[in-house]
């Protein structure tokens, strides 16, 4: 189906920024968008953001106004700018293509920790 490999993740203190990629090979022809989510210990898995086929992007009340989603067609990419991280952005980090039926069209492998320190 489709592949996907998240990098960028690490330690940053607050008020820093991080870029994440989402690199992704495959077939792509299900895919309704690419969306970042993001796990904290004890807690369940968000989605935070979400880029659809024609570029209209959507982002979660907890990161809007910081975080950016993009993409490189080209590159098969995926981006995250983070800004202004806060503490309560700490979390693994994933990223995966979705159909329209909402449904996970790559596995969520291992995804990239972001830790930030106050």
């Known amino acids: 189906q489709v592949q996907l490999v998240e990098s960028g993740g690490g330690a940053v203190q607050a008020g820093g920024s991080l870029r994440l990629s989402c690199s992704a090979s495959?077939?792509?022809?299900?895919?309704?968008?690419i969306g970042w989510y993001r796990q904290a210990p004890g807690k369940q898995r968000e989605r935070i953001a979400r880029?659809?086929?024609?570029?209209?992007?959507h982002y979660a009340d907890s990161v809007k106004g910081r975080f950016t989603i993009s993409r490189d067609n080209a590159k098969s990419t995926v981006y995250l700018q983070m800004n202004s991280l806060k503490p309560d952005d700490t979390a693994v980090y994933y990223c995966?293509?979705?159909?329209?039926?909402?449904?996970?069209?790559?596995?969520w492998g291992q995804g990239t920790q972001v830790t930030v320190s106050s």
């Open positions: 995966n293509a979705l159909n329209s039926w909402g449904q996970p069209l790559g596995s």
């Open positions: 880029i659809y086929r024609d570029g209209t992007t």
């Open positions: 495959g077939g792509t022809f299900s895919v309704n968008y």
